[in-house]
C-alpha cells in the first residue's frame, strides 16, 4: 500500500518514466504470501455475522477484494501499452482509491481482533485476471465489468448490517467505497467501449458475449440499477443481465 500511494505521487507530479524499453510481463503474478490461504470459493467457509468472527471475516473478504484490485490496476498500468495518458492515469487513481478502502478495512478488522491473513479467500477475480491478461478489452469487460461490478449490486446491502450493531466507522467505509466503484466501474466502462470503437463491435452486444463466454452461471441478481447506469451500465445490458438471472433461475428451480 504504501509503494502504491508513492508510485501514485510519482505519477502526479510527472516523475514516472514513460520509456518502452522495459519488457511486458506474460504472466500475472503479483507475489505470493504465506498468508491469506486461498483455496477454493466453495471452500471458504461461512462464519454467521452475529459472531464476533462473522463480522472479522466478512471485513477480511471485502479487503481481500480491494488488494485484489490494487494489484488489478498496477497490472493494468503496465500491461497495456500505447494507450492514452487518460487510460493510466485512471487506473493510477483507482489503485490509490482502492490501497485507502483497505487499510480502512484492515483497520476495522483491527478493532475486532483480526488481521488480513486470519481468514482463508478465494482467487476467483485473480484467475479471472490471468484468462483475460493478453485482452484489454476483455480484461475490462470481464473482470471489472463482470466480477467487479458485484460490489454495485453487493456493497450497499452490507451497509445496514453494519449500522445495526452501530460500527459508524464500518459504514463510512463502506459509503466510501460504494461511491469511489462507481467511478472505478465508470473507468473500465470507458476503457471497454474505448476498444470497442477500436474494433468496431458493438459495445453491448460484445458485453452479453463475454458473460455467457467466461461464466458458468449468469451473475446474480438483484442489480442495483442506479450504481450500474452512473457507472456507464446500458438499460439493454442491465436488462439482458436481469433477464439470464430469472432465466437461470427458473431452469434451477428457484423461481
Known sequence: MALT???????????????????????????????????A??????????????????????????????????????????????????????????ATHFNLLCESMKILGYEYGDFNVHGGLWGMA?????????????VHRILEARALD??????????????????????????????????STRWFKHECDKQQINSDQTFIQLVQKHLENPPKGPFNREARLASGFSEFEINELERMDNDFKIHKGWA
Open 154 to 187: 453487493a456493497v450497499p446491502l452490507v451497509i445496514p448490517r453494519f449500522a445495526d450493531i452501530g460500527d459508524k466507522k464500518m459504514v463510512d467505509t463502506l459509503n466510501l467505497i460504494a461511491n469511489e466503484e462507481i467511478g472505478h466501474i465508470s473507468s
Open 130 to 142: 490471468r484468462t483475460t491478461r493478453h485482452s484489454l478489452l476483455e480484461r475490462m469487460g470481464v
Open 5 to 39: 500511494f508513492e508510485c501514485a505521487d510519482l505519477f502526479e507530479q510527472g516523475k514516472l518514466s514513460w520509456d518502452e524499453g522495459c519488457c511486458v510481463i506474460d504472466h500475472l503474478d503479483p507475489g505470493k504470501e504465506d498468508i491469506p490461504i486461498i483455496v
Open 41 to 98: 470459493p466453495q471452500n471458504v467457509k461461512h462464519i454467521p455475522f452475529k459472531k464476533l468472527s462473522g463480522k472479522g471475516s466478512a471485513i477480511h473478504a471485502l479487503a481481500h477484494i480491494e488488494l485484489t484490485a490494487v494489484n488489478l490496476a498496477w497490472d493494468s498500468v503496465y500491461r497495456y501499452r500505447g494507450l492514452p495518458k487518460d487510460f493510466y492515469r485512471d487506473w493510477v487513481e483507482c489503485a490509490k482509491e482502492e
